[in-house]
């Protein structure tokens, strides 16, 4: 996942002291101006380097962050003042630099004293720098430590997103039809767990995803964090499919599901097939609600891989198979 692997930011603080004290050591190893220079160049690129890691280990949101994930990542921190953080520790790393080398070049032309003063300033400029992007890197390392848990969806792999009221069977279907590994994952905002599932039909993996808190109840009652991941899943869907439980046992009416079931097939919109399939067949007689595609038992294991072939179908995806004979 593209934020798994993003290093613990350092705090202003922490750089600082371990310039300096780098800085002290390289000082003491010589003499006169050399010890001078040494400590201004070991402290300048100890800050300007350390700073420059935290920005290039971010992936660049104009282009490397998928809409799903720049969506799901703008739900939980505010990526536009991420980025501008991000930017303005690049620009203290620029600055830093420019101190060191501006510095070491009035180190090199005045005498022994003077070339002490001129590197104290230099620190002190150093040390201004980084206080003026202390906040930014707290919030560079705060967006961190929450994007980093973000659920690990593969946005290359075709997704059915399972949508519904909850006690439908939902995170049953999920269940039954996925291999055991690499089924849970969480959103930091929630705290119910996210079910990412896998399977494979015609030598293609599909990604199943249930949603609790997110898709399982009307628009009007998400807060905003949850409509922006909503809206991130709306550009992973290459199909929906819709759970409803006509028996009643789910404890919401049918009418109701059906209310939101239009919801969200207005959400996802036109280009994003939704099945709609009526689970727990094993308690109800026949279903009186109209368009429904599939009726299964997940419990009593009846129609569910017709299900998922259904939604196989739905989502159309045509992989890019050598053919024989150039057929
Ligand atoms: N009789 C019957 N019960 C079912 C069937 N499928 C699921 N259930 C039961 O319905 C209850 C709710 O199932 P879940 O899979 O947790 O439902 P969910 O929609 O994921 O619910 P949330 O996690 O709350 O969103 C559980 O007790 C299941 O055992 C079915 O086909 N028939």
Known sequence: MIFEGLPTTPRAEELVDKAFSRAARAGRAKRGHEAQESMLRTAGNVLSDNLENVVTSWPDFGFDVDPFYYELADAIVDVDRLRQALSQVMWASRQIEDLRDEYTT????????????????????????????????????????????????????????????????????????????????????????????????????????????????????????ERQAVSALEHLADAVVFVIDPSGDCGYPLDVQLELREEVRELFGADVPLLTVANKHDRFEAVKAESVDATMSVTEDENVEDVLDMAVDAVGYEPDLPTRDGE
């Open 106 to 225: 009035k180190i090199r032309n005045s005498d022994v004293d003077t070339a002490r003063k001129h590197r104290k300033q230099a620190f002190a400029r150093m040390a201004d720098v980084m206080d003026q992007i202390e906040d930014d890197l707290r919030y560079i390392g705060d967006s961190r430590d929450q994007l980093k848990v973000l659920p690990d969806v593969k946005t290359d792999e075709p997704a059915i997103v399972v949508a519904g009221y909850p006690n439908v069977g939902k995170s049953s279907f999920v269940n039954r039809v996925t291999r055991a590994s690499n089924r849970i994952a969480e959103y930091p905002f929630t705290t119910k767990d996210v079910q990412i599932g896998h399977f494979d039909r015609n030598h293609v993996r599909y990604q199943i995803v249930d949603t609790p808190g997110l898709l399982d109840r009307p628009e009007d009652e998400r807060n905003d964090i």
